[in-house]
């Protein structure tokens, strides 16, 4: 195993490890989640509704380039559902022909800030766009990351930015009897998705 396969395993430890961290902080807040309801004591409730700020305010707070920049925003959101619809669809039909894990997209586009009451109506309508879009991306990203473990397993010579989350069980660039020898085993290497 190589130095970087390693470090990227690490990596998703760390990231596992940080999940489980969250969910304890969970514990620790005053709230409960029920049947995917999302519930605060009467108390931290009553203090919620006092911290709101008004849309008057917000609108103010956010300067004039809010009326100019929520169009745009928002324009984004068209071309965000169609790929949704053509992501989802190539799982669907694909993902079964070849064997690849299909990607739950609900563990991705989580859409639940907009229960809280500090938040005016329009913070609650930003936020249930960047929960989706956010929650897409990641989503579209882990079908994508599936689809080329299958298809070219291959690290890249140059540097990235970032790597998903499949990129730990491909071949080293250049790697050619590696890749002709494992090919088929990497594209069954699914054992660690749920």
Known sequence: MSTLTEMLERISDLEKELVQELAQKHENLLYTIEKKKIRFSAEVQLQHELLVTKFSDYVYDSGLFIILTIPIIWLALVPALFLDLVVVLFQVICFP???????????????????????????????????????????????????????CPVRHARPLKSVHSRYKTFFDYGDAEGYRDGLEEVRKKFDDVQ
């Not at 005016?120 to 989503?139: A, D, I, P, R, T």
Request: glycine share 8%; aromatic share 18%.
């Open 97 to 151: 022909v070849y064997g690849i894990p299909r990607v739950k997209r609900s563990q991705y586009i989580v859409i639940d800030r907009h229960g809280l009451s500090y938040l005016n109506w329009l913070e609650k309508l930003n936020c249930m766009y960047c929960g989706y879009f956010n929650g897409l991306m990641s989503f579209v990203r882990e079908v994508a990351a599936r689809t080329e473990q299958y298809w």
